[in-house]
């Protein structure tokens, strides 16, 4: 059986690469002009996403790849939960940014950009005891979700609307994001060992699983708005 808890060389190097490549995606997003920044964003996705299995490859870092692999087809069905949230229920709004968009909802870089954020935090709650691993998942998937939407109003990729907010985020999602970080490491673990279409489904479960709990937190939040 593949061990999915990672070294302290592994997590070293993740770490650096994150910082790395933040210390130089922050100011490109930031300063570009706004009619490029769909570009920017698509571009710095797919940099991403091509350095982090090549480094994975150069350092000996087999189970970046094996993690990066298995959220590949979590990536592309997890854009079908914001289609949902923007087609059916209203409650969300991607400005156009001029690159293409899945069912011309979701801009295509939310694929790249769910690994960025799904990636790390199954790396390192997995480098946990068990017992914490998925506490942790849960924990580090808020945080880094609210920072994503911390990040996303000032630069406009997208807003909530016609739901109950708090300090400029929507709570509704909240509890679904935590869920969806701990439902990635669980699956992950049971399919290590499983073949590649296996793999696959469990992967779209997840999202399956991901879009219920997001119709389900905003039917009990907003029930009596």
Not at 17 to 31: Q, T
Not at 87 to 108: C, E, I, S, W
Not at 133 to 142: D, E, F, Q
Not at 191 to 220: E, N
Request: aromatic share 16%.
């Amino acid at each position: 059986m593949i061990d999915t808890r990672p070294s302290a060389a592994s997590l070293r190097d993740a770490l650096w690469f994150h910082i790395a490549f933040f210390l130089v995606a922050i100011p490109v997003a930031l300063g570009v002009p706004d009619k490029s920044l769909g570009r920017a964003i698509l571009i710095l996705a797919a940099v991403y996403n091509i350095v982090l299995p090549a480094i994975a490859n150069w350092r000996g870092h087999r189970q970046w790849y094996l993690l990066w692999v298995f959220l590949l087809p979590l990536s592309f069905t997890l854009p079908m939960a914001d289609w949902m949230l923007v087609k059916r229920m209203g409650t969300l709004v991607f400005p156009d940014h001029g690159v293409p968009k899945f069912a011309n909802v979701v801009p295509v870089y939310f694929a790249g950009l769910w690994i960025m954020l799904l990636w790390p935090v199954s790396l390192f709650a997995s480098a946990m005891p068990r017992k914490w691993s998925y506490p942790t998942a849960a924990v580090l998937g808020l945080t880094l979700f609210v920072l994503w939407e911390w990040a996303a109003r000032p630069l406009n990729l997208w807003h909530a609307v016609n739901v109950r907010m708090f300090a400029g985020f929507a709570l509704y999602p909240l509890i679904p994001e935590a869920l969806l970080c701990v439902a990635t490491l669980w699956m992950w673990r049971a399919t290590t060992m499983s073949p590649r279409w296996q793999k696959v489904l469990g992967a779209m479960g997840v999202t399956f699983f991901y879009a219920g709990c997001l119709s389900l937190f905003l039917l009990w939040v907003e029930l009596n708005r």
